[in-house]
T-cell receptor, first 114, second 114 residues
Framework: AQSVTQLGSHVSVSEGALVLLRCNYS??????LFWYVQYPNQGLQLLLK??????LVKGINGFEAEFKKSETSFHLTKPSAHMSDAAEYFC????????????FGAGTRLFVKA | NAGVTQTPKFQVLKTGQSMTLQCAQD?????MYWYRQDPGMGLRLIYY???????DKGEVPNGYNVSRLNKREFSLRLESAAPSQTSVYFC?????????????FGPGTRLTVT
């Protein structure tokens, strides 16, 4: 079985500060990991994904995430927050076991203060 | 390309009424999904269709039915709506069901059941 835990339902940062959104996963098979972003009143869109190539994954809008197997983590970071980064972020896990399901975390809402 | 489209965008139902949510994708994807999003719970899978002609239950299928009409279209039906089905519903598609493929989401349907 697979699961995802996002630490912190809300995170607030100042514009220009580091963004760190935490995600821990549980998986009995090598995982595929994703970060999605949801802007108000929109669907989710992919930020980045890990599929067993490089452990440091770069995504859109300056975000990146590092896969750490020993810590079962896939935290999302951005060096300098911008007002336009305010949104809800979802970490997700799936496994290539022949199943078709992706498990989503509960989400972290990011607030960016001017 | 329109991507994934959903109709309607908003709907208010009375308890016991029925309705069908429509979803279509123009990316020639094999797999399609229906999720519901509730505050603090992330996305929960209702039903999915790994390929045309097949459908399977997800995490929360009770009270719902689906039809994979053709490769493009995947509809979700509420036969007798209940207040517990008040939620935002998202349709998604992916090129293959295997876990390493990202999903593309529609804009969502906001459903209120009174």
């Amino acid at each position: 079985a697979q699961s995802v835990t996002q630490l912190g339902s809300h995170v607030s940062v100042s514009e220009g500060a580091l963004v760190l959104l935490r995600c821990n996963y549980s998986s009995s098979v090598p995982p595929y990991l994703f970060w999605y972003v949801q802007y108000p009143n929109q669907g989710l869109q992919l930020l980045l994904k890990y599929t067993s190539a490089a452990t440091l994954v770069k995504g859109i809008n300056g975000f990146e995430a590092e896969f750490k197997k020993s810590e079962t983590s896939f935290h999302l970071t951005k060096p300098s927050a911008h007002m336009s980064d305010a949104a809800e972020y979802f970490c997700a896990v799936s496994g290539d076991t022949g199943g078709f399901k992706t498990i989503f975390g509960a989400g972290t809402r990011l607030f960016v203060k001017a | 390309n329109a991507g994934v489209t959903q109709t309607p965008k908003f709907q208010v139902l009375k308890t016991g009424q029925s309705m069908t949510l429509q979803c279509a994708q123009d990316m020639n994807h094999n797999s399609m999904y229906w999720y519901r999003q509730d505050p603090g719970m992330g996305l929960r899978l209702i039903y999915y269709s790994a390929s045309e002609g097949t459908t399977d239950k997800g995490e929360v299928p009770n009270g719902y039915n689906v039809s994979r009409l053709n490769k493009r279209e995947f509809s979700l039906r509420l036969e007798s709506a209940a207040p517990s089905q008040t939620s935002v519903y998202f349709c998604a598609s992916s090129s293959r069901g295997l876990g390493n493929h990202e999903q593309y989401f529609g804009p969502g349907t906001r459903l209120t059941v009174t």
